[in-house]
């Protein structure tokens, strides 16, 4: 990709983070919501709405440093591992899905039910199979286990700073903004991708018709 795309990419997936956050606070944070309507006080709603906002423009930051980390683990893992790379990653998922239950609960000591972390791993797992068939169908079946790690791992690793948050909500914003964001650059850039192909294979045929302009000088 050139300069121009990555600019694109990264406000693109910015805006998405914002609104995903914004709407995702309007259910998780209801009570507030509410609050400003009864009374209505514009005031305090258009504060909350831009709290918000800025929230999921924070979490769309923080997903665009995992993906592009995301990047450079996925290479370097292939220079490493080559065949077996896949493998790893599938264990390496493994490991985190079961992180993300048995830690968390233990660290609550029991303040929240272990449901709820069953609950929240399962809907990640889904949201990443999902995304990650999408992302095989775009390019080949072998592109399945790198889009999964990136939603399932990279997803929990940028998540981190929300589970050590009190209580549910902010982490429920937070793993559902870092989701779409992940999802968003994960698909858009199979298409970014593609118009750089077709650009590339459009000057190597024009280079090829070029016309041979050059004249021969007999002595």
């Given at each position: 990709?050139?300069?121009?795309?990555?600019?694109?990419?990264?406000?693109?997936?910015?805006l998405?983070?914002?609104?995903?956050?914004?709407?995702?606070?309007i259910?998780?944070?209801?009570?507030?919501y509410?609050?400003s309507?009864?009374?209505?006080?514009?005031?305090?709603?258009?504060?909350?709405?831009?709290?918000?906002?800025?929230?999921?423009?924070?979490?769309?930051?923080?997903?665009?440093?995992?993906?592009?980390?995301?990047?450079?683990?996925?290479?370097?893992?292939?220079?490493?591992?080559?065949?077996?790379w896949?493998?790893?990653?599938?264990?390496?998922?493994?490991?985190?899905?079961?992180?993300l239950?048995?830690?968390?609960?233990?660290?609550?000591?029991?303040?929240?039910?272990?449901?709820?972390?069953?609950?929240?791993?399962?809907?990640?797992?889904?949201?990443?199979?999902?995304?990650?068939t999408?992302?095989?169908?775009?390019?080949?079946?072998?592109?399945?286990?790198?889009?999964?790690f990136?939603?399932v791992?990279?997803?929990?690793?940028?998540w981190?700073?929300?589970?050590?948050t009190?209580?549910?909500?902010?982490?429920?914003?937070?793993?559902?903004?870092?989701?779409?964001?992940?999802?968003?650059?994960?698909?858009?850039?199979?298409?970014?991708?593609?118009?750089?192909?077709?650009?590339?294979?459009?000057?190597?045929?024009?280079?090829?018709?070029?016309?041979?302009?050059?004249?021969?000088?007999s002595?």
């Amino acid at each position: 990709m050139n300069s121009r795309k990555v600019v694109e990419l990264f406000f693109k997936t910015l805006l998405i983070g914002g609104v995903v956050g914004l709407v995702t606070s309007i259910f998780v944070k209801s009570s507030l919501y509410a609050g400003s309507f009864n009374p209505l006080d514009i005031k305090n709603l258009l504060v909350l709405i831009a709290w918000y906002f800025v929230y999921g423009l924070l979490y769309s930051v923080v997903s665009q440093a995992g993906f592009f980390s995301y990047l450079f683990i996925n290479r370097f893992g292939l220079s490493i591992f080559r065949s077996f790379w896949p493998t790893v990653q599938l264990l390496v998922i493994a490991f985190v899905l079961f992180d993300l239950v048995y830690f968390p609960y233990q660290a609550t000591k029991g303040d929240v039910s272990i449901i709820w972390y069953i609950l929240m791993t399962a809907a990640i797992l889904a949201v990443g199979i999902i995304v990650s068939t999408i992302k095989a169908k775009q390019t080949n079946r072998s592109a399945f286990v790198p889009a999964l790690f990136l939603m399932v791992v990279m997803t929990a690793i940028e998540w981190v700073p929300g589970m050590r948050t009190e209580g549910t909500d902010y982490a429920t914003i937070m793993i559902i903004t870092l989701l779409a964001c992940n999802a968003y650059q994960l698909l858009a850039l199979t298409r970014l991708s593609k118009v750089d192909g077709k650009a590339k294979k459009n000057n190597e045929t024009n280079k090829v018709n070029k016309p041979d302009h050059k004249v021969s000088v007999s002595k």
